[in-house]
């Protein structure tokens, strides 16, 4: 008799569709939740969002009765993929459900770390979910940069059900990332930020007194335009620019961020290039 096939990767991120809203449920104790960036930190690590009404944009994934809002919400998370350009959410995602999760929350930077690394989170998920019956969500940032083995060690962990695998790609996942790894994982596709959604991150990092500027620094109308415009759809370029912007009013003891500011701020931004040079 031959196998059935795989299952294929559902991908959702097409407006329409949208389920029923799900209840909310309370949060339970997060385990290795990402530390809160410190005063030192760079504005856009500080500003990073703590819940998922402080995500901006993305409504056709994080709107009311969305699929991945009802996830994380009811902490019924199952393995995913979080594909899009950078600066869209994708880490704040991620960390987002590390501090929403009753779940043992792991981090991996595909660029540090190898199969040996995946193992150990494999060995220790598994005796975790045999001893408490506590799940294991294990975040990997930048996963096209897994080589096959390193994704196929993924694999005994995700189909067991110890693992709830969670990727960040801004390669596109049918060509970096393996078949059984993709049949295995819902495919969530973010779109780079319409202008209004940078400007209002934009104000809230000058507005926020926790973790933004309290109203120290302040901006035109037409500079924050300016600002929102430039970053094409980047709210880590967005908020990188404004603190390098605001770094420079400070300099001529000015509270006032100006276009210029900007301009100079954003002057070294490296133009983006595909693989083809395309």
Do not use: C, W
Request: glycine residues 8%; proline residues 8%; aromatic residues 4%.
């Amino acid at each position: 008799m031959t196998p059935a096939p795989p299952p294929e990767p559902t991908l959702f991120g097409e407006p329409g569709g949208a389920p029923k809203p799900r209840k909310s449920r309370s949060r339970g104790a997060p385990g290795g939740p990402p530390e809160p960036a410190g005063p030192s930190s760079p504005l856009a690590a500080r500003l990073r969002p703590r819940n998922l009404d402080e995500l901006v944009g993305q409504q056709h994934l994080l709107g009311q009765g969305s699929v991945l809002r009802g996830l994380v919400e009811e902490d019924k998370l199952r393995s995913v993929l979080l594909y899009g350009p950078p600066g869209t959410g994708k880490t704040s995602i991620a960390h987002v459900i590390a501090l929403a999760t009753s779940a043992h929350f792991e981090q991996l930077s595909a660029v540090t770390s190898g199969v040996a690394d995946v193992r150990r989170i494999m060995e220790e998920a598994r005796e975790r979910q045999a001893a408490t019956g506590r799940r294991t969500i294990l975040f990997i940032d930048e996963v096209h940069r897994f080589s096959r083995t390193q994704q196929d060690a993924l694999l005994p962990g995700v189909e067991a059900g110890n693992v709830v695998f969670i990727g960040a790609t801004t390669e596109n996942p049918f060509f970096s990332v393996t078949s059984p790894l993709l049949s295995r994982s819902l495919l969530f596709r973010l779109e780079p930020l319409e202008r209004a959604d940078v400007r209002a991150i934009i104000e809230r990092a000058l507005q926020d007194p926790e973790r933004g500027f309290g109203g120290r620094f302040k901006a035109a109308d037409a500079v924050m335009e300016h600002l929102a415009g430039k970053a094409e759809g980047d709210a880590r370029v967005a908020l990188n620019a404004l603190d390098a912007a605001a770094e420079r009013a400070a300099a001529r003891e000015d509270s006032a961020i100006s276009e210029q500011d900007v301009e100079e701020a954003m002057r070294q931004r490296l133009v983006r290039y595909d693989r083809a040079g395309d």
